[in-house]
């Protein structure tokens, strides 16, 4: 199984920063890797997939880069709004996929 | 716009059964394959099943390997979960999720229900 391992387990930014999140895999995924954002109480929403692809409607304040065993998501710009779980997303060794245990971001 | 809706959830004690649905719309359904995804209280995501848009391959997560069963009647637009000799551990919001491919399985998720609770307790 490939075990995601994502830092910090929380992040506490101010509004108008950047947050820089991370995902490193135990083996290498390529890109295809996907990120989510979940809000309490709701589904998560996928942001990016094939590491650095925006979903659709996702604002280009969300950007993912990375490839191989190392990944990073960006927001640019936080917004009060941005406050949630994020998860990274492994599909690489399907049907075997696995997440991260998450990356609690904070607004400040 | 697409829409997931799960059902059949609820408190079951252990070694029982329950079924989800979970129907599709806005989209077309026999088009797409489809994942159960889990959530326990608290907790991070865990991947269920898979099954192809015809219905043919399926593959289920090891911790629910025999016990659970993917289904799907392409003519409803429903897509069903099994759950047999339910655990304690099984507690968890059962999310239904379309691939984010077309056709072939991508195994990243575009869309999602709003989940619905499972709770296995004596």
């Known amino acids: 199984e490939i075990v995601m391992t994502q830092s910090p387990a929380t992040l506490s930014v101010s509004p108008g920063e950047r947050a820089t999140l991370s995902c490193r895999a135990s083996?290498?995924?390529?890109?295809?890797l996907a990120w989510y954002q979940q809000k309490p109480g709701q589904a998560p929403r996928l942001l990016i997939y094939?590491?650095?692809i925006r979903a659709t409607g996702i604002p280009a304040s969300f950007s993912g880069s990375g490839s191989g065993t190392d990944f990073t998501l960006t927001i640019s710009i936080l917004q009060s709004e941005d406050s949630a779980v994020y998860y990274c997303q492994q599909y690489n060794n399907w049907p075997r996929i696995t997440f991260g245990q998450g990356t609690r971001l904070e607004i400040k | 716009q697409v829409q997931l809706v799960e059902s059949g959830g609820g408190v079951v004690q252990p070694g029982r059964s329950l079924r989800l649905s979970c129907a599709a719309s806005?989209?077309?359904?026999?088009?797409?394959?489809m994942h159960w995804v889990r959530q326990a209280p608290g907790k991070g995501l865990e991947w269920v099943a898979v099954l192809a848009s015809d219905g043919r391959d399926n593959y289920h997560a090891d911790s629910v390997k025999g016990r659970f069963t993917i289904s799907r009647d392409n003519s409803k637009n429903t897509l069903y979960l099994q759950m047999n000799s339910l655990r304690t551990e099984d507690t968890a919001v059962y999310y239904c999720?379309?691939?984010?491919?077309?056709?072939?399985?991508?195994?990243?998720?575009?869309?999602w229900g709003q989940g619905t609770l499972v709770t296995v307790s004596s």
């Open positions: 094939g590491a650095s």
């Open positions: 806005g989209f077309t359904f026999r088009s797409y394959a």
């Open positions: 999720v379309r691939d984010g491919k077309p056709a072939a399985a991508g195994y990243y998720f575009d869309y």
């Open positions: 083996q290498s995924v390529r890109s295809n």
